[in-house]
């Protein structure tokens, strides 16, 4: 059993930056990050292969959010630069059971979650 817990949300104006961090209880394959927009379903943002050799992003994100990890400290990352006001959500950590050289998208191969750290981009 793998225990998740995000880190670094926040309210931050418009074309701020944050940077969340989700610490695992111990070694994970591929992990992502979620969103939940108020109202919405939860959907993919980013994802990261086992060792951190292949990235995966929702399109509008690409280029504002960079998806890393550290194996030694079982630590995954997300920064995000020039944030919107459509960014709000509460930001989900997940990891999957599967050690792969590619990210993992598909929301169903999920097995753990974080319990979400909330980021509002507002003036």
């Known amino acids: 059993q793998v225990q998740l817990v995000e880190s670094g949300g926040g309210l931050v104006q418009p074309g701020g930056s944050l940077r969340l961090s989700c610490a695992a209880s111990?070694?994970?394959?591929?992990m992502g990050w979620f969103r939940e927009p108020p109202g919405k379903e939860r959907e993919f943002v980013a994802a990261?292969?086992?060792?951190?050799?292949?990235?995966d992003y929702k399109y509008s994100v690409k280029d504002r959010f960079t998806i890393s990890r550290d194996n030694a400290k079982n630590t995954l990352y997300l920064q995000m630069n020039n944030l919107k006001p459509e960014d709000t959500a509460v930001y989900y950590c997940a990891a999957t059971l599967s050690d792969t050289t590619v990210p993992v998208i598909a929301r169903i191969l999920y097995y753990y979650w974080g319990q979400g750290t909330q980021v509002t981009v507002s003036s």
């Open positions: 111990g070694p994970t394959f591929s």
């Open positions: 990261i292969s086992s060792i951190g050799q292949r990235e």
